[in-house]
């Protein structure tokens, strides 16, 4: 679990071919790994990846298939620059919000501009994702914790503050750049409890129902 607060912007140091699937080596930079150990997890441009090997100047991960059918992973180059953050422990502050490190899919940049001192950017989102995404809610891109200003006809558009351009790689978010999108964890299980379908089964499970909710105040149809 993560927070998309990044941490430190690494590189791709070097890039394996592994009978169908990646061995990465990413460089971490600033990031402090002193109490990184083998298993642990890094979000990696917002992708959960798992620490296989701690060489000293990063660490390196396996990339399965699965994971590079839906992201960016094998568009990658060594030197390629990184938004890094390391697992969310307990007692952590949580700055951002609860992130998973599971990409729900790929966005695309359609224009960027200078909003005052923040960098406005409008990003167009898969038709599949639009419906988690909501006005002011939180939405990850490459890793990195933001706000959702206002929704567009195909996705949305939000505001980068300054430290947080600096401190990642969305400092040279251009138009036509895609993107790594992870929407809020919160909005897909309340879509699978108003469902009320158990895989198993394929038969209604759950009371937690629009009219329920809209009859308890949470809800206006």
Not at 39 to 54: F, K, M, P, Q, R
Not at 194 to 215: N, Y
Request: charged share 20%; net charge neutral; hydrophobic share 40%.
């Amino acid at each position: 679990m993560f927070t998309g607060i990044i941490e430190a912007v690494g590189r791709v140091a070097r890039i394996e071919n592994r009978q169908g699937d990646l061995r990465l080596l990413i460089e971490t930079g600033e990031l402090d790994l002193g109490d990184v150990r083998l298993g642990d997890s890094i979000a990696t441009n917002g992708v959960c990846l798992t620490v296989v090997e701690l060489p000293g100047n990063g660490f390196v991960a396996d990339v399965s298939r699965e994971s590079l059918a839906h992201t960016r992973i094998g568009e990658w180059k060594s030197g390629s620059a990184v938004n890094l953050e390391k697992a969310l422990q307990p007692t952590s502050r949580l700055g951002g919000h609860l992130v998973s490190g599971h990409v729900d899919g790929v966005g695309v940049i359609r224009s960027r501009e200078a909003d005052a001192r923040s960098i406005r950017l409008t990003v167009e989102a898969p038709a599949e994702l639009r419906r988690y995404i909501a006005a002011k809610g939180s939405i990850t891109v490459d890793g990195v914790s933001l706000t959702a200003n206002a929704l567009t006809s195909n996705g949305f558009t939000l505001n980068l503050v300054p430290h947080t351009a600096a401190r990642t790689t969305l400092i040279s978010a251009a138009a036509g750049q895609q993107v790594h999108l992870e929407v809020d964890m919160i909005a897909r299980y309340l879509e699978q409890l108003l469902k009320g379908t158990s895989p198993a089964t394929a038969e209604p499970q759950s009371r937690l129902t629009e009219g329920f909710l809209a009859q308890h105040g949470f809800w206006k149809p």
